[in-house]
């Protein structure tokens, strides 16, 4: 069965540090979708993806993050200055079309840890 | 804003036993509602989607109602095993034409722990 990948699986890095946190969407999917979970809080959403361009974006995705998708298969998440309050598990989600039912397909996640 | 609760923040109970898992939402007009599992530290495995029309889907032991009007969720798990721990989280989607702006809003989640 199709599943949506992320990579890697446990990021650390340095406050202050750029990290770039990979996923495939399922093949077909057309919209695209992040998420992050703090320890002990809410899974959020961050930001949704469509056609080459930013559909939506919460008050969390600000001038420090990107996404991208360079390559037709893979979406990417950037963050250009980690701070230690970026700390959290990075879910990756894709959707395969407008049609119903809508069922939004996540990855394993990504772990990132800033010290 | 749409807000989703659930409550308790966790659970426990002994093996065998048939449990509900409520969820509320403040904002009724949803597109869909869908029951997620998390085991510590992993990923969210979708359990079952209700769309707004719907009143109830099913998937073996699990069943999961929606009462829109309500702006409630129940999941049912029927003889519960200790495989069951983990913590299931309730998401809903606001309407939409296109899948674009479907993110996804969560509650917190309910820890279930079943004891053997």
Request: charged content about 20%.
């Given at each position: ?115 | ?36 599992r998390q085991d510590?530290?992993?990923?969210l ?42 913590t ?29």
């Open positions: 069965e199709p599943e949506v990948t992320q990579t890697p699986s446990h990021q650390v890095t340095q406050m202050g540090q750029e990290v770039i946190l990979r996923c495939v969407p399922i093949s077909n999917h057309l919209y695209f979708y992040w998420y992050r979970q703090i320890l002990g809080q809410k899974v959020e959403f961050l930001v949704s993806f469509y056609n080459n361009e930013i559909s939506e974006k919460s008050e969390i995705f600000d001038d420090q993050f990107s996404v991208e998708r360079p390559d037709g298969s893979n979406f990417t998440l950037k963050i250009r200055s980690t701070k230690l309050e970026d700390s959290a598990m990075y879910f990756c989600a894709s959707l395969f079309s407008g049609r119903p039912p809508h069922e939004q397909y996540f990855g394993p996640g990504t772990r990132l840890t800033v010290t | 804003k749409q807000e989703v609760t659930q409550i308790p923040a966790a659970l426990s109970v002994p093996e065998g036993e048939n449990l509900v898992l409520n969820c509320s939402f403040t904002d009724s007009a949803i597109y869909n509602l869908q029951w997620f510590p530290g992993k990923g495995t979708s359990l079952l989607l209700i769309q707004s029309s719907q009143r109830e889907q099913t998937s073996g032991r699990l069943n999961a109602s929606l009462d829109k009007s309500s702006g409630r969720s129940t999941l049912y798990i029927a003889a519960s095993q200790p495989g069951d721990s983990a299931y989280l309730c998401a809903v989607r606001p309407p939409s034409t296109t899948g674009a702006n479907s993110k996804l809003t969560f509650g917190k989640g309910i820890t279930l722990s079943v004891r053997p």
